[in-house]
T-cell receptor, first 113, second 113 residues
Framework: AQSVAQPEDQVNVAEGNPLTVKCTYSVSGNPYLFWYVQYPNRGLQFLLK??????LVKGSYGFEAEFNKSQTSFHLKKPSALVSDSALYFC???????????FGTGTRLKVLA | KAGVTQTPRYLIKTRGQQVTLSCSPISGHRSVSWYQQTPGQGLQFLFE???????NKGNFPGRFSGRQFSNSRSEMNVSTLELGDSALYLCASFQTGNTDTQYFGPGTRLTVL
C-alpha cells in the first residue's frame, strides 16, 4: 500500500537557523513528490515538487527539498528560517498517471524569534 | 489568473441534513479533486473528476457524492450528515501535462451540530 510518513508532529527552530521537515514514502512505481504549506484557516499552498531529474528541487519562499531514492525520503529544507515560515507542512505523493494524492499527517513548524 | 474558489466558506448544518459544496477551478484546468481534512484523519482523498467523469474515488461512504459540469465547475454533496462529517473540505484543480500539480482552494469549513 502506498503511504507517506512525516515522523515529527512539530518542529521548533530558532529564527535564522536552518530547518528540516522530514518525509518518507512508500509507493510502487515512479513517485511524484510534493510539499504544501497551510496557514491557519487557509487552503494548501504549493511549495515544490519532484517529478524527475535533479534530486535537489528548489521551490517557493526559499524552500528546497532533496529526493533520496535509496532512503525513500523527500525532506524539506530551508537555510535560514523566518518567523513567517511558521505553519503546517504537508508532504504528498502521487503515482504517475493518477491524480490521487496521498498526504502525510503534517508537521507543524514553529519558528521562534 | 484567479485561483480555485470554493463556496460557501463556512457552513453550519444539523445531523441528518444534506449539504452541497461548490468549487470553481482555475481557468483552463479540467481536473478537480476533493479532499476532507480533519484533525484526527488528516487529509483524505474523496474523489477526482475530469471532463465530467469521476476517475478516482476514495474510501468514503456513498453519502458522499460529486459531479462536474461542462465548464469544469464541481460540486460535492453529503447526505444524511453525521457529526463526524465536520471538517474542512478542500477542492483542488489540476493543470494536466508536464506539471501535474494540484492547486488548492481555501476550503469550506463544515460544522455539523
Amino acid at each position: 500500500a502506498q503511504s507517506v510518513a512525516q515522523p515529527e508532529d512539530q518542529v521548533n527552530v530558532a529564527e535564522g537557523n536552518p530547518l528540516t521537515v522530514k518525509c518518507t514514502y512508500s509507493v510502487s512505481g515512479n513517485p511524484y513528490l510534493f510539499w504544501y504549506v497551510q496557514y491557519p484557516n487557509r487552503g494548501l499552498q504549493f511549495l515544490l515538487k519532484y517529478i524527475t531529474g535533479d534530486n535537489l528541487v528548489k521551490g517557493s519562499y526559499g524552500f528546497e527539498a532533496e529526493f533520496n531514492k535509496s532512503q525513500t525520503s523527500f525532506h524539506l529544507k530551508k537555510p535560514s528560517a523566518l518567523v513567517s515560515d511558521s505553519a503546517l507542512y504537508f508532504c504528498a505523493v502521487s503515482i504517475s498517471g493518477t491524480y490521487k494524492y496521498i498526504f502525510g499527517t503534517g508537521t507543524r513548524l514553529k519558528v521562534l524569534a | 489568473k484567479a485561483g480555485v474558489t470554493q463556496t460557501p466558506r463556512y457552513l453550519i448544518k444539523t445531523r441528518g441534513q444534506q449539504v452541497t459544496l461548490s468549487c470553481s477551478p482555475i481557468s483552463g484546468h479540467r481536473s478537480v479533486s476533493w479532499y476532507q481534512q480533519t484533525p484526527g484523519q488528516g487529509l483524505q482523498f474523496l474523489f477526482e473528476y475530469f471532463s465530467e467523469t469521476q476517475r478516482n474515488k476514495g474510501n468514503f461512504p456513498g453519502r458522499f457524492s460529486g459531479r462536474q459540469f461542462s465548464n469544469s465547475r464541481s460540486e460535492m454533496n453529503v447526505s444524511t450528515l453525521e457529526l463526524g462529517d465536520s471538517a474542512l473540505y478542500l477542492c483542488a484543480s489540476f493543470q494536466t501535462g508536464n506539471t501535474d500539480t494540484q492547486y488548492f482552494g481555501p476550503g469550506t469549513r463544515l460544522t455539523v451540530l
